[in-house]
């Protein structure tokens, strides 16, 4: 019997190694990832230059601590922030760490501006984290249950839904940001048109309130630019990273500009692990490879194939009701719980899977090639058709 909590409901298999796109599992049969990881293999497995840039930097320094200068976290949190548009970055580990940093941070603002009780607007089918504090903002009771009370301080609205966020900012006096992943990813792989997220910028603006984008599936080139709110044309006040940003390596960020920067200040926030030299030598490597091997490009136009090729061979199909996306962030969305496709696919040496119930998500690496993508395409095709004829 294991030892390992029983916290994952887990498919029965375990790798080994890993390529590119493909790994391995223990007893040597060879996949197709088109999940890396959940949106964290940027690189796919074992890209060379980052493989060796970790390990001279193992040898040399793995962790010192933020009670000391950190060469790494400067040139990251500048790539960053040029990048970004943003100002400042804060380091740490993991999505729901950022996330707890920015609703920290949109806390602190508004007892900045003298506001008793801050309150953020949040998303319906949103995913934050799992921490008491991101639970509590997600959007998603089925993960909720077990763990009241939840934190307060969060008014939830639909998701796309402007006049949702004016009549609560005509009755909420201690609104003091607004929360959203510009491509919700847990939720569905649900995104609106341009126009939505203008007119919540606008409303952010005549408020005062920041606009927080939590881009820790979206961003790192997911959707074919750096991140996902550069896909619709508006600049938040913070915005939250981790998963893709080390490839693997754990490391998240929450960037903050305009309104928001300048607020915290030594005390006001930490991480022991943060940020160490192994972590952003991982994510400065991340960086450089996407540039150098223009991955941003590659993302856009391998997820436009195969939303393309997607449509043309599903077409007319009953039961399937959209394919959406941005870049090699894509959603199937079926008319049906799908569940049952992740151990099909598993059967069929694929690597792919279902969230929000019926969505089938596909998350590849962002060096995914062409032949990649259709032999991605070529082996869900008869398995979606096979499911929904069953």
Known sequence: MSHVMNTYARLPVAFSHGKGSRVTDTEGREYLDALSGIAVNTLGHAHPKLVAAIAEQAGRLIHTSNLYGVTGQEKLADKLCALSGM??????????????????????????????????????????GRTMATLSATGNYKVQVGFEPLVGGFVRVPYGDLDAIRAVAEHNRNIVAVMLEVIQGEGGIHLRDAAYYRGLREICDAHEWLMI???VQCGMGRTGKWFGYQQVGVQPDVATLAKGLGSGVPIGACMAGGRAAGLFGPGNHGSTFGGNPLACTAALTTLDCIEEEGLLANAERIGALIRQCLAEGLAGTSGVVDIRGHGLMIGVELDRPCGALVAQGLAAGLLINVTGDTVIRLLPPL????????????????????????
């Open 213 to 215: 984008c939590d881009e």
């Open 87 to 128: 100002q400042e970055v804060f380091f740490c580990n993991s999505g729901c760490e950022a996330n707890e940093a920015a609703i920290k941070l949109a806390r602190f603002y508004g007892h900045k501006k003298g506001v008793e009780l801050p309150t953020i607007i949040v998303m319906e089918k949103s995913f934050h």
């Open 367 to 390: 060096n995914f090639s062409e032949a990649d993508a259709r032999e991605l395409v070529a082996r869900m095709l008869p398995l979606i058709k096979a499911f929904l004829a069953g």
